[in-house]
């Protein structure tokens, strides 16, 4: 891509603009009737700040509404500083292009980059550790599940290094050893001394509290329905609270960094190169992570178990059930939580800690949002339904207006007539694409002339 994408979201409209005005009017006056204490009024206000947002919600508004209650308590000071024993980063201001230099006149080249997981002991060719009793199995556990973050991590610091807003798509896959590795292409020519020096640098402290040491294994803490509490089976105290836990926290639980070996390079786009380069983005994402992992020797197998064991103690977010093992109640904790059982994929044995959002992608990579691509796909099909004949006008959605429908309004028609008119309705419209494919195609045997126009 060589020209710059243009995102510049759509001016707000006098009606939202307005709207907006109101909200902060009433927001205004919600904060000095709190200030009063008079609760009737201010609970009334609130209710209809709530109206407004859902009107700005239809009118198109994205992101989040600045909430009405002014903060009451300090966000929790973490230092900035950076760690001894990381190195320095030089930074430059962060221009607004994404498309990375032009070299010669005509040359582009983009970056393909593969980022690896440290060594947590040595494998043998199948992935297996060697000495499966020195394999450090809890921070594999943890790097596994904090992988995500530290690759956030990278992007950022690779911004602020060379200086434009670099775009990328990337995967994130297994590696023999099971631990998660990285595949990214990035827009624009990066130096692969850059590239190492910003790797070596980039770190992600996970500041929860500590976890080393499982408190509960045999007598789980019990759920206490008066205080609505977790609390310790023998004494019936409560256990530390989510809140009270992070504010004790003085030093991370957990540093992630990535592991001294980086592939990096250039590429031009269009040449067989690239090709390859696409395919290895691209080789396991119609597989599920469960058939990457699997283990094909008795030897892999004893190794993804231990792994499993370790991950089913790593706590994988601040709502994990797995909390309680170590004697804290996590965020968000009720009566339906049983002590470390956790839905969260991470501590699944089919995949091994690997994220689930396994594609990432950066906004402007394509220089379209989703609603562009929605709108691509749509005009596709209507330009294909065109060729046969078949017209499909843009209904006038302007005049409408949307609202839940009550459950008592007797212009509603039955729920299974709904069900089956929407069936109909699809396998009419899969009736017709399939009549423009037909048609696209030519008769059979004749000459492969396509009538529909490349996809974007
Ligand atoms: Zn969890």
């Given at each position: ?99 990375g230099r032009e070299y010669a006149g005509a040359y582009r080249p983009s ?78 020519s ?76 250039g590429?031009l786009g ?187």
């Amino acid at each position: 891509m060589a020209v710059e994408p243009d995102l510049t979201p759509d001016a707000p409209s006098e009606v939202q603009t307005e709207l907006l005005t109101f909200r902060a009017d009433l927001v205004e006056s919600y904060r000095q009737v709190t200030e009063s204490g008079d609760e009737v009024e201010a609970e009334e206000l609130r209710a209809e700040i709530a109206t407004v947002d859902e009107e700005l919600r239809q009118l198109g508004m994205r992101g989040r509404l600045p909430s009405i209650d002014l903060p009451t308590k300090k966000a929790v000071k973490r230092s900035t500083k950076r760690r001894q024993d990381s190195p320095n980063l030089p930074t430059r201001k962060v221009s607004k292009t994404t498309v990375g230099r032009e070299y010669a006149g005509a040359y582009r080249p983009s970056m393909f980059v593969t980022l690896t997981c440290d060594t947590y002991g040595k494998v043998r060719g199948d992935g297996a550790p060697a000495d499966p009793g020195t394999y450090d199995y809890r921070r594999a556990a943890r790097d596994a599940v904090h992988f995500s973050a530290l690759i956030d991590r990278w992007y950022q610091n690779m911004r602020r290094v060379v200086g434009f807003d670099a775009q990328y798509f990337a995967t994130v896959e297994p590696q023999k050893r099971a631990a998660p590795h990285l595949h990214t292409a990035i827009r624009g020519s990066i130096s692969h001394e850059v590239i190492r020096m910003v790797t070596a640098a980039t770190y992600h402290q996970v500041w929860w509290p500590n976890h080393d040491r499982v408190v509960y294994v045999d007598r789980m803490p019990l759920w206490d329905m008066g205080k609505r509490v977790f609390v310790d089976p023998e004494t019936r105290e409560a256990l530390t609270s989510w809140d009270d836990a992070v504010d004790q926290v003085e030093d991370p639980a957990h540093v992630v960094t990535f592991g001294a070996q980086v592939h990096s390079k250039g590429i031009l786009g269009g040449t067989a190169e690239s090709g390859r380069h696409i395919g290895y983005l691209t080789k396991y994402l119609t597989k599920s992570t469960g058939e990457v992992v699997e283990a094909t020797s008795a030897r892999q197998a004893d190794h993804h178990d231990r792994l499993h064991a370790e991950l089913s103690v790593t706590p994988c977010s601040p709502r994990c059930a797995v909390w309680l093992l170590y004697g804290i109640e996590p965020k968000g904790a009720n009566g339906k939580m049983t002590p470390g059982h956790c839905k969260g994929r991470a501590h699944r044995r089919s995949t091994l800690g690997l994220p689930g959002r396994r594609v990432l992608v950066s906004r402007k990579w394509s220089g379209k949002t989703l609603v562009d691509h929605k709108a691509d796909r749509k005009a596709f099909v209507r330009q294909a339904l065109a060729v046969v004949g078949i017209e499909k006008p843009e209904p006038d959605m302007s005049r409408l207006l949307w609202r839940k429908v009550e459950s008592n309004d007797p212009q509603v028609p039955p729920r299974a007539h709904l069900v089956m008119r929407a069936i109909a309705e699809r396998i009419t419209w899969k009736a017709e694409y399939d009549r423009a494919l037909l048609a696209a195609a030519g008769p059979p045997g004749g000459q492969e002339t396509s009538a529909i126009p490349e996809a974007a």
